[in-house]
């Protein structure tokens, strides 16, 4: 029963030492990617800020500026995509919407990003725009890749349309998170003007008033690492409308503030990314460092028991040479036979005894051997089975001198010439 056990164990140590690093590294990659449905809004505010008024065109302060930021997977464009490339992608249609203090809109910028479900590059494979205009990203957007490292990144500011580095500055902790701290600055840069503006101004509109718009920023974010997730961000975000004809004309301040992320949308950020990192952290560390410690202690518990089955399997003494009880001298000792070569010594006689009456008694109509009488008891293959003492010379049994050993209990010899 203890080998069985032992047997056991041993299969389940090989089983899940084998699990650890089939978790770790195939299961891991395959099922750690982001949902092809997920949705996500976020809300960012700038207290105290300028905005042009483009009914007097000129700029003025605020008391807040808010920034909705929606987050929609598309599964149809997502499964199309899929098809035609043969990956597993994600798209994303993504909505930045800018309202003053009143709620009234400041611009509105639609974009599409498709990108890889598990490394986060992007695919390009058509469908890319922001603000209705055909891109080729570069780098990471919104997100950074699972197991996020200490290093620089590319980021796509969709401002600019371009990528530019994004610099790891360490470790920062948000609401008892550690998170890696990340900062790109973007220069003075000049961008397209939204297609959505107050008042049904379009582009055209303020390209006839010769305007044109240049953009700055300075942007943070603070990223889990585990996940890849940003808690928190900010931007000091700067936009301004500059004369083309009128180089040394004072530009129109379109935006200029500090944007941060509202607190309750931050705390609730940060509970959901907690959530999603106990789930990564299981896939990654908890389940094949587990899985090692258990393997390794059942591969114990299975030596443990081999060991202990052997030690109470084998008899006293067994491994040395044979003892005899009998005394040295003691004729008994010397009767008894030799063993053959690599035998056991053969059976002697009363065991042949013991073993007949004992088969006796399982037959019907037969009386055991305690039961019988004395010359009957003993039976009559027992006198075959001890071994010639002195066997008889070559040709003597012809000659008729010739006897069998005697017996107790047996008839008297006869002659080979008492037989004819």
Request: with cysteine.
């Given at each position: 029963?203890?080998?069985?056990?032992?047997?056991?164990?041993?299969?389940?140590?090989?089983?899940?030492?084998?699990?650890s690093?089939?978790?770790?590294?195939?299961?891991?990659?395959?099922?750690?990617?982001?949902?092809?449905?997920?949705?996500?809004?976020?809300?960012l505010?700038?207290?105290?800020?300028?905005?042009?008024?483009?009914?007097?065109?000129?700029?003025?302060?605020?008391?807040?500026?808010?920034?909705?930021?929606?987050?929609?997977?598309?599964?149809?464009?997502a499964?199309?995509?899929?098809?035609?490339?043969?990956?597993?992608?994600?798209?994303?249609?993504?909505?930045?919407?800018?309202?003053?203090?009143?709620?009234?809109?400041?611009?509105?910028?639609?974009?599409?990003?498709?990108?890889?479900?598990?490394?986060?590059?992007?695919?390009?494979?058509?469908?890319?725009?922001?603000?209705?205009?055909?891109?080729?990203?570069?780098?990471?957007?919104?997100?950074?890749p699972?197991?996020?490292?200490?290093?620089?990144?590319?980021?796509?500011?969709?401002?600019?349309?371009?990528?530019?580095?994004?610099?790891y500055?360490?470790?920062?902790?948000?609401?008892?998170?550690?998170?890696?701290?990340?900062?790109?600055?973007?220069p003075?840069?000049?961008?397209?003007?939204?297609?959505?503006?107050?008042?049904?101004?379009?582009?055209?509109?303020?390209?006839?008033?010769?305007?044109?718009?240049?953009?700055?920023t300075?942007?943070?974010f603070?990223?889990?690492?585990?996940?890849?997730?940003?808690?928190?961000?900010?931007?000091?975000?700067?936009?301004?409308?500059?004369?083309?004809?009128k180089?040394?004309?004072?530009?129109?301040?379109?935006?200029?503030?500090?944007?941060?992320?509202?607190?309750?949308?931050?705390?609730?950020?940060?509970?959901?990314?907690?959530?999603?990192?106990?789930?990564?952290?299981?896939?990654?560390?908890?389940?094949?460092?587990?899985?090692?410690?258990?393997?390794?202690?059942?591969?114990?518990?299975?030596?443990?028991?081999?060991?202990?089955?052997?030690?109470?399997?084998?008899?006293?003494?067994?491994?040395?040479?044979?003892?005899?009880?009998?005394?040295?001298?003691?004729?008994?000792?010397?009767?008894?036979?030799?063993?053959?070569?690599?035998?056991?010594?053969?059976?002697?006689?009363g065991?042949?005894?013991?073993?007949?009456?004992?088969?006796?008694?399982?037959?019907?109509?037969?009386?055991?051997?305690?039961?019988?009488?004395?010359?009957?008891?003993?039976?009559?293959?027992?006198?075959?089975?001890?071994?010639?003492?002195?066997?008889?010379?070559?040709?003597?049994?012809?000659?008729?001198?010739?006897?069998?050993?005697?017996?107790?209990?047996?008839?008297?010899?006869?002659?080979?010439?008492?037989?004819?």
């Open positions: 029963m203890r080998r069985r056990a032992s047997l056991v164990l041993l299969a389940l140590a090989v089983f899940f030492a084998a699990l690093p089939l978790v770790r590294w195939y299961a891991f990659p395959r099922l750690a990617k982001i949902p092809p449905s997920q949705y996500q809004d976020m809300v505010e700038a207290k105290n800020a300028t905005l042009l008024d483009y009914t007097t065109m000129k700029s003025k302060k605020v008391p807040e500026v808010s920034i909705v930021q929606t987050l929609k997977g598309n599964v149809a464009a499964g199309k995509v899929r098809e035609r490339t043969g990956r597993d992608v994600v798209v994303w249609d993504t909505l930045s919407y800018v309202a003053d203090d009143k709620g009234r809109m400041v611009s509105r910028i639609p974009e599409r990003y498709v990108f890889d479900a598990h490394s986060q590059e992007p695919v390009h494979a058509g469908g890319e725009h922001v603000d209705g205009d055909p891109v080729r990203r570069r780098g990471i957007e919104y997100k950074w699972f197991g996020t490292e200490k290093r620089d990144y590319e980021y796509f500011d969709f401002q600019t349309r371009t990528s530019a580095p994004i610099h500055k360490g470790t920062r902790t948000v609401h008892g998170l550690e998170t890696y701290y990340f900062e790109q600055t973007i003075w840069t000049k961008v397209k003007v939204p297609k959505k503006l107050p008042l049904g101004a379009t582009p055209e509109t303020v390209e006839q008033l010769g305007l044109e718009r240049w953009y700055t300075k942007r943070m603070w990223v889990e690492p585990v996940t890849g997730a940003p808690v928190d961000g900010q931007e000091i975000h700067e936009e301004e409308m500059r004369w083309t004809d180089p040394g004309k004072k530009p129109l301040t379109a935006f200029a503030g500090h944007v941060r992320m509202r607190p309750d949308y931050q705390k609730a950020t940060v509970d959901l990314v907690s959530s999603q990192r106990r789930l990564v952290l299981t896939l990654t560390t908890y389940l094949p460092w587990g899985s090692l410690a258990l393997g390794g202690l059942l591969l114990v518990g299975s030596l443990t028991l081999e060991a202990r089955t052997r030690t109470r399997g084998r008899p006293p003494g067994a491994g040395g040479p044979p003892v005899s009880s009998a005394a040295p001298g003691d004729p008994a000792r010397a009767r008894r036979p030799s063993p053959a070569p690599g035998g056991s010594g053969g059976m002697a006689p065991a042949v005894g013991a073993f007949t009456g004992a088969f006796l008694k399982l037959l019907p109509g037969r009386r055991p051997p305690d039961q019988l009488t004395p010359a009957a008891r003993v039976p009559s293959c027992a006198r075959w089975v001890r071994p010639l003492r002195d066997p008889p010379a070559k040709g003597a049994w012809d000659s008729g001198r010739a006897t069998r050993p005697a017996h107790p209990g047996s008839p008297p010899p006869r002659t080979t010439r008492d037989r004819r």
